[in-house]
């Protein structure tokens, strides 16, 4: 072994540890510590607020020993990891050192950092009251998860999978207990479920199980995949489209089912996820496929909620008979696709920053007239329109209960899915690509910018005016407040984050972004902060999304260089 395998940077160690003390000292700060240290993950045994600390030291020994130990023997493994680890508890440690001289002074930390608390102390100490000793226990803890990832490291690949992925589908499982619960509750009897989860929480013995589980799933899935694979491919061409055919069928019974395996509030969250995955889809046109960045589109989605509001009260106090919401609901998508017409003319000229920063402009000129007297007579101005009738079938059916309006917002899905896939193969579609990758050569090639840059415009406003107006049937009132620039920036985010170009990726970025935080009602008052943190580490680590289209994979990898054989 050589000199350069065996020398163990301290420094670097040393800086490591520190820098991922840094990043669990701004956690505590921010108060996601104390404000998560009641959601428990595994009942008595970890909650999220101690996952939040225990990270920052697993992220020290990963980092550790993939730079700074590579090839060293696996006592500097055990020691450098260590020291990584301890020195990640060090910083918030330190605060409360401070906390304590400052308390003998009369004075106190907690006037300029209000988060660090008693209570904050109570978690990173485990409980103990004497400082000296709880400073100790957090350093040993911090220690032996960092080292722990060298014995991980150990373990041949496959394993190394087969562990990590368990524990975390554990923890996975164990957040979202509570929604678990209501799938399992038709299925498992009152007796088996309550074994399982207690508190909102995985029990320990349920713990155990999901991770001898989801651990041999993770191991035996390749050789699954693997005979799945020459299953079907023994299979005739028709058999096998026929099986696609029984899998589409399967997929859309989930979806017909999946509001009546849930409660009426996990159904409420399952509309807004289909809302956002509606806008998703219409901005990946101008966004995805024709890289017109679109910071506006909360005015399409503006223009359809207010015309389904006024046209089916009329007036705003609702005192008249309106339109149906059936007639309304094309009306609101030509409303918005008029909208997005009459708006992209001025800016066919424009790119990039200057294209955004215009957009943005056009969707504030819509909050500001719909508080303005102006059109206060029309659209209630600040108080909005109010006393909108739910969507109803003659009378019939009516779809005030979100379980039956989750249908509406599904066909609406379908609906926009199928014009999207349609237009992702069309010639239209592959000119809007064009354009996306260097407008000149498209203009060199023969398209017409002026005629496709407007389709882009219009047809993504559809999908905007389609989504406001189920929105406004759906909530029953219409305020300007409820169209702030955050309605764009997160339609905007769930196309970053699930892929450009990427319809599986819009949907899965939808559950994540939206869904989520609506189900973990504890992260809404750190939205903001979660999506920028998301976002930076979306950029760094995986630019093309979780779930990123063939053709944007390419675009972004195709400078890497890859060792192929020579045939």
């Not at 000793?133 to 999978?161: C, D, E, H, N, R």
């Not at 399409?300 to 008979?321: E, I, K, Q, R």
């Not at 101005?381 to 509406?408: C, T």
């Not at 896939?421 to 990758?437: F, K, T, V, Y």
Request: overall charge neutral; proline content about 4%.
């Amino acid at each position: 072994m050589t000199e350069a395998t065996t020398h163990t940077d301290w420094r670097g160690l040393v800086r490591i540890g520190l820098i991922a003390g840094v990043g669990m000292l701004y956690v505590a700060a921010v108060g996601l510590v104390a404000a998560f240290s009641g959601r428990a993950i595994v009942d008595g045994v970890i909650t999220v607020g101690r996952l939040l600390l225990f990270i920052p030291s697993v992220y020290a020994g990963v980092y550790v020993v993939r730079q700074n130990l590579v090839g060293a023997a696996m006592g500097p493994r055990i020691l450098g990891t260590a020291v990584a680890g301890a020195l990640s508890a060090v910083p918030l440690a330190l605060v409360f050192v401070l906390e304590a001289l400052f308390n003998s002074q009369d004075l106190s930390l907690r006037e300029v950092f209000v988060n660090i608390s008693p209570a904050l102390q109570d978690v990173l100490f485990y409980g103990q009251s004497n400082l000296l000793v709880g400073i100790l226990l957090t350093l040993a803890v911090g220690a032996a998860l960092a080292t722990s990832v060298v014995f991980l490291f150990a373990l041949p690949t496959q394993f190394q999978q087969v562990v990590t992925r368990a524990l975390l589908y554990t923890l996975v499982f164990g957040l979202f207990s509570e929604l678990f619960t209501q799938i399992l509750r038709p299925i498992l009897p009152s007796g088996i479920l309550r074994t399982m989860i207690r508190n909102s929480s995985l029990t320990p013995v349920a713990a155990v199980g999901v991770v001898l589980v989801s651990g041999a799933l993770v191991y035996f899935w390749p050789t699954i995949k693997a005979n799945n694979k020459a299953w079907k491919e023994s299979k005739s061409a028709a058999q096998q489209t026929q099986i696609g055919y029984v899998n589409i069928a399967l997929g859309v019974l989930v979806l017909l089912a999946l509001p009546w395996m849930l409660n009426t509030f996990l159904s409420d969250v399952a509309n807004t996820v289909g809302l956002y995955i509606m806008m998703g889809l219409g901005l990946n046109i101008a966004v995805g496929m024709a890289g017109l960045l679109d910071l506006g589109y909360l005015t399409n989605y503006a223009v359809g909620a207010y015309v389904m509001g006024v046209l089916t009260t009329l007036p705003p106090d609702g005192s008249g008979a309106g339109l149906p919401f059936w007639v309304v609901l094309p009306l609101c998508v030509l409303a918005a696709m008029f909208t997005g017409f009459f708006f992209a003319l001025p800016v066919l000229r424009m790119r990039g920053d200057y294209l955004a920063i215009a957009t943005l402009g056009f969707g504030e000129i819509i909050r500001v007239l719909a508080i303005s007297d102006w059109l206060s007579p029309v659209i209630g101005g600040a108080q909005g329109v109010l006393y909108i009738p739910k969507p109803s079938i003659f009378g019939v059916i009516n779809f005030s209960d979100p379980r039956l309006l989750y249908y509406i917002i599904l066909a609406g899905c379908g609906l926009v899915l199928y014009v999207i896939w349609r237009l992702n193969n069309s010639r239209m579609g592959r000119q809007w690509m064009a354009i996306r990758e260097d407008e000149d050569v498209a203009e060199a090639m023969g398209i017409n910018l002026v005629k496709t840059k407007v389709l882009a415009f219009t047809l993504s406003a559809a999908a905007g005016g389609l989504a406001g107006g189920i929105f406004a049937a759906k909530l029953g009132t219409v305020f300007p407040q409820s169209f702030s620039v955050f309605v764009s920036i997160n339609v905007l985010a769930v196309i970053i984050v699930g892929g450009m170009g990427s319809i599986p990726g819009i949907i899965v970025g939808a559950i994540v972004l939206i869904g989520l935080p609506e189900v973990l009602r504890e992260f809404n008052e750190y939205r903001q902060l979660i999506y920028g943190a998301l976002l930076v580490w979306m950029m760094l680590r995986r630019p093309e999304g979780l779930i990123p289209s063939a053709i944007r994979q390419r675009e972004l990898h195709s400078g890497e260089v890859v060792d192929e054989p020579i045939a």
